[in-house]
C-alpha cells in the first residue's frame, strides 16, 4: 500500500487539526441533521426517510429518477409543514453527480446527512448470473456503489472540513447470503458494505461517520417486482424502518463508524 497521503487527505487532516474536537464525535449529545440528501426518495424507503427527517426539522432534498412521484412526496412534506425539495436526476449517471451536489446544497445548505438509499435489481424476473447480461451487471454496479461513490467523494470532503456529517449506505442480506437470481445486486451490496467501511476507516477522526444498514424485507414495489408472490403482510412497513434508520442517525456518535447493521435490530429515533 501507498502511504503518503494524497492531496485532498492532507489538506483534510490539516484542517481537522485546526479545528476544536467535534461535540459529536466527543459523544456529548445527538447528532441533528439539518440538511439531509435521501436518493431513490420517490417511493418506500427513501421516501419515508424522507418524511421522517423532515418531521424531525432536517430540510431535506429527494433525488429519484421520476419526477411525478418524487415531486408528490416532497409536496406532501411541505404541506405537513417541512421542508423538501425534488431534484429528478440519475444518481448512476456520472455526469449528473456534481449537479446532484450542487444543487442541494444551493437549496438546503451544506449537506450533513447523506443517505444512499437508490438501487436497482436490474433486469426482472432475476435471472441467473450465467443468464445475466454484463450490460446489465453494469448498470446495477453503477447505480448501486459507483453512483454513491462519486456522491460520497463530492459531499463527504466538505464534511470532513467541517467536522460534521453522516453517511449512511443502504444495504440488504444479499450482501452477506448468496441467493440464486439475485447474484448482480448481491454483488453491489456487497461491494457496497465494504465502500462504507473503507470510508470510515480513511475518514476516521474527522467527524464524519458511516454506516451500511440492511433494511430487512420491506412492502415495496421493488420488492414486489423480486419476489412478486410475496405476502404485503409479512413485509416491513417502510415508515418502521425509516425510523430505526434514523434513530441510528441520531446516536451516530454511540455507534462505531464503519459498522454494518440490521435495521430490526436498531431502536426507533427517540
Same mark, same amino acid.
Given at each position: 500500500?501507498?502511504?503518503?497521503?494524497?492531496?485532498?487527505?492532507?489538506?483534510?487532516?490539516?484542517?481537522?487539526?485546526?479545528?476544536? =474536537?467535534?461535540?459529536?464525535?466527543?459523544?456529548?449529545?445527538?447528532?441533528?441533521?439539518?440538511?439531509?440528501?435521501?436518493?431513490?426518495?420517490?417511493?418506500?424507503?427513501g421516501a419515508a426517510l424522507a418524511r421522517e427527517l423532515a418531521r424531525r426539522g432536517a430540510k431535506v432534498v429527494l433525488v429519484a429518477r421520476e419526477r411525478a412521484p418524487l415531486e408528490a412526496v416532497a409536496a406532501e412534506i411541505t404541506a405537513q409543514g417541512g421542508v423538501a425539495h425534488a431534484l429528478a436526476a440519475d444518481i448512476g449517471d456520472k455526469g449528473q453527480t456534481h449537479a446532484i451536489a450542487g444543487a442541494a446544497a444551493a437549496l438546503v445548505g451544506?449537506?450533513?446527512?447523506?443517505?444512499?438509499?437508490?438501487?436497482?435489481?436490474?433486469?426482472?424476473?432475476? =435471472?441467473?448470473?450465467?443468464?445475466?447480461?454484463?450490460?446489465?451487471?453494469?448498470?446495477?454496479?453503477?447505480?448501486?456503489? *459507483?453512483?454513491?461513490?462519486?456522491?460520497?467523494?463530492?459531499?463527504?470532503?466538505?464534511?470532513?472540513?467541517?467536522?460534521?456529517?453522516?453517511?449512511?449506505?443502504?444495504?440488504?442480506?444479499?450482501?452477506?447470503?448468496?441467493?440464486?437470481?439475485?447474484?448482480?445486486?448481491? *454483488?453491489?451490496?456487497?461491494?457496497?458494505?465494504?465502500?462504507?467501511?473503507?470510508?470510515?476507516?480513511?475518514?476516521?477522526?474527522?467527524? *464524519?461517520?458511516?454506516?451500511?444498514?440492511?433494511?430487512?424485507?420491506?412492502?415495496?414495489?421493488?420488492?414486489?417486482?423480486?419476489?412478486?408472490?410475496?405476502?404485503?403482510?409479512?413485509?416491513?412497513?417502510?415508515?418502521? *424502518?425509516?425510523?430505526?434508520?434514523?434513530?441510528?442517525?441520531?446516536?451516530?456518535?454511540?455507534?462505531?463508524?464503519?459498522?454494518?447493521?440490521?435495521?430490526?435490530?436498531?431502536?426507533?429515533?427517540?
Amino acid at each position: 500500500m501507498n502511504n503518503e497521503s494524497t492531496g485532498s487527505n492532507a489538506l483534510i487532516q490539516a484542517e481537522a487539526s485546526s479545528q476544536p =474536537p467535534s461535540r459529536r464525535a466527543a459523544g456529548a449529545g445527538p447528532f441533528a441533521p439539518s440538511a439531509a440528501l435521501v436518493t431513490g426518495a420517490s417511493r418506500g424507503l427513501g421516501a419515508a426517510l424522507a418524511r421522517e427527517l423532515a418531521r424531525r426539522g432536517a430540510k431535506v432534498v429527494l433525488v429519484a429518477r421520476e419526477r411525478a412521484p418524487l415531486e408528490a412526496v416532497a409536496a406532501e412534506i411541505t404541506a405537513q409543514g417541512g421542508v423538501a425539495h425534488a431534484l429528478a436526476a440519475d444518481i448512476g449517471d456520472k455526469g449528473q453527480t456534481h449537479a446532484i451536489a450542487g444543487a442541494a446544497a444551493a437549496l438546503v445548505g451544506p449537506i450533513d446527512l447523506l443517505i444512499h438509499n437508490a438501487s436497482t435489481l436490474g433486469r426482472t424476473p432475476l =435471472p441467473i448470473l450465467l443468464d445475466t447480461e454484463c450490460e446489465d451487471l453494469g448498470r446495477v454496479l453503477e447505480v448501486n456503489v *459507483v453512483g454513491p461513490f462519486r456522491l460520497t467523494k463530492v459531499v463527504a470532503g466538505a464534511m470532513a472540513l467541517r467536522r460534521r456529517g453522516v453517511v449512511v449506505h443502504i444495504s440488504s442480506d444479499a450482501a452477506v447470503n448468496a441467493y440464486p437470481r439475485w447474484g448482480a445486486y448481491g *454483488v453491489s451490496k456487497a461491494a457496497l458494505d465494504h465502500l462504507s467501511r473503507t470510508w470510515a476507516a480513511e475518514l476516521e477522526g474527522t467527524g *464524519v461517520s458511516f454506516y451500511a444498514v440492511d433494511p430487512g424485507e420491506m412492502d415495496t414495489r421493488m420488492h414486489a417486482k423480486a419476489i412478486p408472490d410475496a405476502d404485503p403482510s409479512t413485509l416491513a412497513n417502510p415508515a418502521d *424502518v425509516a425510523r430505526r434508520i434514523v434513530g441510528l442517525v441520531v446516536r451516530a456518535g454511540e455507534v462505531p463508524s464503519g459498522a454494518r447493521l440490521e435495521a430490526a435490530r436498531l431502536p426507533e429515533a427517540p
